[in-house]
């Protein structure tokens, strides 16, 4: 098969088009037929050697989501069977004409859905499930502030609390992905180029914050959270640690009762992304049936320009999700 592969950590052009010996599918797991697989920026941090893949995993075949056709099962495997449309979670290998999944790290393909569309909801769709309704515990009826509105997580963020009954706010770098984010649900999008977050929502409140900025968005998330909110991390793009004359007070978190938290996902147990699989198909996927939620595709490349894709992610212009497509099928 056709893959492509980390040739040495660096910049975008180091992924290079590899001949790779087909996978077989161990007892639980399935081999996928790639059709579409989307590009993350976790995929972005492995290529440039800061993000290594699982033990288990393609340790130079980016790609943490496909969707394709089943086209070989393991020996355990009942749940599916060659043939089956399915969107699926990886620990790695996304990237190839193949890829390895277990069984029960995937989701059937809604029927109104193609294949780039799909390929764009497991790891965003894993994330946000997780960090937002378990982590967060959001509820109908509260405030819900996601930063990076524009990003993969952002969209999805921002509709799924939408359809869960709660008020959105989110930032974004421009007004044209402001507006985006507004069409896409949200009650409140801020342009934080021009514009303080903190200043518009001091009044409001918010109970629930998914954020994967840091820096010194850290005080201003504490600040705005109500009294039992909660503060999720995902990522800290601008850095873990304050920099500046602007302090963390730790006492708010006492005061308010707050709840700060976080998560990564790749290195999670195959049991934990089993039950979050299920609870995703119980509870997301309806949603997705009733049309409440939108894939949004900032733009496709074929798999063998995955470099132009990783450079268009590192850019951070596009509006939701960058999609590969395997020309070879």
């Known amino acids: 098969m056709k893959a492509i592969i980390i040739t040495e950590p660096g910049a975008p052009d180091v992924l290079q088009i590899r001949e790779r010996e087909r996978p077989l599918p161990a007892a639980s797991e399935v081999l996928i037929k790639v059709y579409a697989a989307g590009v993350n920026r976790p995929d972005v941090f492995q290529r440039k050697g800061n993000y290594p893949p699982p033990p288990d995993a393609p340790q130079d075949i980016p790609g943490l989501e496909v969707a394709g056709v089943i086209e070989e099962i393991g020996a355990d495997v009942t749940a599916w069977k060659p043939g089956d449309r399915v969107c699926a979670l990886l620990a790695g290998g996304g990237y190839a004409e193949y890829a390895l999944a277990q069984a029960t790290h995937c989701l059937p393909v809604p029927a109104s859905l193609d294949f780039a569309q799909a390929a764009s909801l497991p790891e965003t ?18 405030c819900f502030l996601v930063h990076g509105g524009s990003s993969g997580i952002g969209i999805t963020a921002i509709q799924l609390a939408k359809a869960f009954g709660a008020k959105v706010f989110t930032t974004a770098g421009s007004d044209e992905k402001c507006e985006a ?13 021009t514009t303080d977050f903190e200043e518009v929502l001091k009044k409001l409140g918010v109970d629930v914050i998914l954020d994967m900025v840091g820096g010194d968005y850290i005080p201003k998330n504490l600040r705005l959270l109500r009294e039992e909110g909660r503060l999720v991390f995902i990522n800290t793009m601008k850095g873990g640690k304050v920099k500046g004359a602007d302090e963390v007070d730790f006492s708010l978190i006492m005061r308010k009762r707050l709840t700060v938290s976080g998560s990564t996902l790749r290195n999670r147990d195959h049991a934990f992304k089993a039950a979050l699989t299920s609870d995703i198909r119980k509870n997301v996927w309806p ?18 320009e995955a470099a132009q894709a990783h450079a268009l992610m590192e850019t951070s212009d596009h509006i939701g999700k960058i999609i590969l497509l395997n020309q070879w099928t």
């Not at 984010?181 to 180029?193: E, F, H, P, Q, V």
């Open 287 to 304: 949603v997705l049936e009733k049309a409440l939620f939108k894939p949004v595709i900032a733009r496709t490349f074929p798999l063998a």
């Open 125 to 142: 769709m894993f994330t946000v499930w997780h960090n937002v309704f378990q982590r967060g515990r959001l509820q109908a009826g509260e």
């Open 181 to 193: 984010c507004t069409a896409l649900g949200a009650d409140i999008s801020i342009n934080y180029k």
